[in-house]
């Protein structure tokens, strides 16, 4: 889906259909399922927006949806909203990176609120994710020994010392080094650092 939508999960229909209406009515997309499984089913890992998702459902609960799709690599930042939370449930979806954890009856206006600031979230994981998804397609596209000159370029060795290491002329080091760099789109050495840092630490700006 190209469009952030909002996922709503709730096996009680009332609850969805009334979502639905009033986040349509405040200009949100959304899709409603009717259990965690019926989501699972039909998720997809580029599905951009967040999920409304109730607590306690027939079937897996809400925090087993969370947790499933963390591991499957989901992106969608998630609002919990129940009728029956407590503290150590609460604690449990916020600590797994919920945005908010939210009581009924509903209060509209926060509502809106944590659904805003899923919704920024979401935005920014998925810049991120497609940042370091084009930072490792540029290392995927080096050849193994411009990945070694790199490498070492990196850790802050200098032309002779890699030709000494690889052996092979300093020349030649310069001719891969050049390479590398063109491929990795880095102007300079500390930006090539820079994007390798990024890379190593899974994180990008």
């Known amino acids: 889906m190209s469009e952030p939508a909002i996922y709503i999960v709730d096996d009680d229909y009332s609850v969805r259909d009334s979502l639905a209406l009033l986040l349509n009515f405040r200009g949100f997309r959304t899709r409603q399922f009717a259990s965690a499984e019926a989501f699972i089913e039909v998720w997809k890992p580029n599905w951009r927006g967040c999920l409304l998702l109730d607590l306690r459902m027939t079937g897996m609960d809400g925090l087993g949806l969370q947790q499933t799709l963390i591991e499957r690599g989901s992106l969608l930042p998630v609002v919990f909203l129940t009728g ?52 490792e397609g540029r290392v995927g596209r080096l050849s193994d020994r411009e990945r070694q000159v790199m490498e070492r370029v990196v850790s802050g060795q ?6 000494a290491e690889l052996e092979i002329s300093p020349r030649t080091v310069e001719v891969f080094k050049a390479r590398m760099m063109e491929k990795m789109q880095a102007r300079s050495v500390p930006e090539l650092v820079k994007l390798v840092l990024e890379i190593g630490n899974g994180k990008a700006d």
């Open 84 to 135: 029956h939370g407590d503290i150590a449930q609460a604690r449990t979806a916020l600590k797994a990176g919920a945005v908010d954890f939210l009581e009924k009856p509903i209060d509209h206006e926060a509502l809106f609120a944590s659904l805003n600031e899923a919704l920024l979230k979401g935005t920014r994981q998925m810049a991120v994710a497609q940042r370091l998804a084009d930072l």
């Open 158 to 163: 200098h032309n002779r010392e890699i030709a």
